[in-house]
């Protein structure tokens, strides 16, 4: 692996809502589907790689919080997550039961 991936690779956390939700002041999280790793989504985010955030973006795998899912976050605020730091972003992944 490079130093790149293992860097990302030892920034990956696990976390609440109740953690995570403080980043929604800074209008900073950026929600990937559970079927993408997290990791080489971070990786082509710190590369700029347009085409492949483009083609999740299109087909919905990148997305911001809507406000059902916040709603039923604030209801169950210890709701897992993975989480990526990418400056400026929060890359985070809803843990599905």
Do not use: C, H, Y
Not at 6 to 25: N, Y
């Amino acid at each position: 692996m490079d130093e790149l991936t293992e860097k990302l690779k030892g920034e990956l956390l696990e976390t609440t809502w109740d953690e995570l939700r403080s980043q929604l002041v800074r209008d900073s999280i950026i929600l990937v589907d559970p079927a993408l790793n997290l990791l080489e989504v971070g990786l082509k985010v710190v590369q700029d790689d347009k085409t492949a955030i483009a083609g999740w973006i299109g087909g919905k795998q990148m997305t911001k919080p809507t406000t059902e899912q916040l709603k039923a976050w604030e209801a169950q605020l210890d709701k897992k997550f993975k989480m990526l730091i990418v400056q400026p972003f929060v890359l985070a992944q809803e843990q599905l039961q």
